[in-house]
């Protein structure tokens, strides 16, 4: 009697035991799932910030040295050095207990696409960190799509996110304008720049902010509120490049990706960017417009060679008048 006691309870326990473990597969099966929707969820929402919001930490190096190095660009170059000569002569005024004028270092970029204005404000971070106006360095660069929300009463949040984020660093705000819309009253923008305005008041000693976008829009968008005017009165223009200036960049491109033009392909890129430049529009990209020239180049040179089975180096470091040619007819 007892023996059948003992073998029911044993089938009992093993039934439960059983049951215990099927339940916990489909526990975890359902966790899985959630952690797995979890991650797709932050994936989507990186995804989307990254659309927005490039963050560029401070390189190694001299930020005075690699501004020299740019090709053209010398006003802005000057512009730049004045800039930084004059924050430090006042700094050793101040050491002495000397009265120092109270300066903005928030800047206006106006120009072309291509000329060089995200390039050249991540060096101005680096450099304002060198002369201690800065502790971090950093650009946080963004244009409207990272400041203004879909929805009433989201906008403020999520542009004081984006400056907390920028906070010891520049904030660059590429084609600022678009934050207030011609012949639209009632827009989401405005309490961007309301927002924005107040943390450059509130976070004075640690937040700089570089605007930059054409320049006949961008003063529209200063004209367009008096905050705008009285904090940005430093405007530094970027002219666009010339067709020498283009060339070059095309070869240090080039040089970078180690390849090398022969003379009849070199000859006939310059032609074509001396007639890109002569008959640019406002949309003309610059040195965009020569990186896809680059790219593309590189791509129809792969076609050429991609049945040749042992191509020798200098094959492969070779752009010939076909791959350049090709190039601008595929764009």
């Known amino acids: ?153 989201q906008t403020a949040d999520k542009t004081n996110a984006m400056v907390d984020s920028a906070l010891n660093g520049v904030l660059f705000i590429d084609e600022a304008y678009a934050l207030v819309p011609e012949n639209s009253s009632q827009d989401y923008g405005q309490e961007a720049i309301s927002t924005l305005l107040k943390r450059m008041e509130d976070d004075r000693d640690k937040l700089v902010v570089i605007i930059a976008g054409y320049p006949k829009e961008m003063q529209r968008f200063i004209d367009s509120n008096p905050g705008l005017q009285s904090r940005f009165n430093r405007y530094i223009n970027f002219t666009d490049y010339t067709a020498p200036e283009l060339l070059r960049i095309f070869k240090m491109y080039a040089k970078k990706s180690q390849y090398e033009l022969t003379a009849e392909a070199e000859l006939y890129l310059k032609e074509r960017l001396e007639y890109a430049v002569e008959h640019k529009d406002k949309n003309f990209g610059n040195a965009r417009y020569v990186r896809n020239v680059f790219e593309k180049a590189v791509q129809q040179q792969a076609n050429r060679l991609a049945n040749v089975r042992h191509a020798t180096r200098d094959e492969l470091a070779e752009l010939q008048l076909e791959d350049i040619r090709m190039a601008f007819k595929t764009m």
């Open 1 to 153: 009697m007892m023996g059948k006691v003992f073998k029911g309870c044993g089938c009992l326990s093993i039934g439960f035991f059983v049951l215990l473990v099927v339940v916990a597969l489909f526990t975890d099966d359902d966790e899985k799932k959630d952690e797995q929707d979890d991650v797709a969820q932050k994936t989507e929402q990186v995804e989307e910030k990254k659309d927005s919001v490039v963050v560029n930490e401070p390189l190694e190096g001299d930020p005075y040295q690699e501004l020299d190095d740019l090709i053209g660009l010398d006003n802005v170059k000057e512009e730049v050095r004045t800039l930084a000569n004059f924050v430090k002569v006042q700094h050793q005024r101040e050491l002495k207990g000397m009265k120092s004028p109270k300066m903005s270092y928030h800047l206006v970029f106006t120009g072309s696409p291509g000329t060089g204005k995200t390039t050249v404000a991540r060096i101005v971070a680096r450099i304002y960190k060198d002369l201690g106006i800065l502790k971090r360095g950093h650009t946080v660069e963004t244009d409207r799509s990272g400041l203004v929300a879909k929805y009433v009463g």
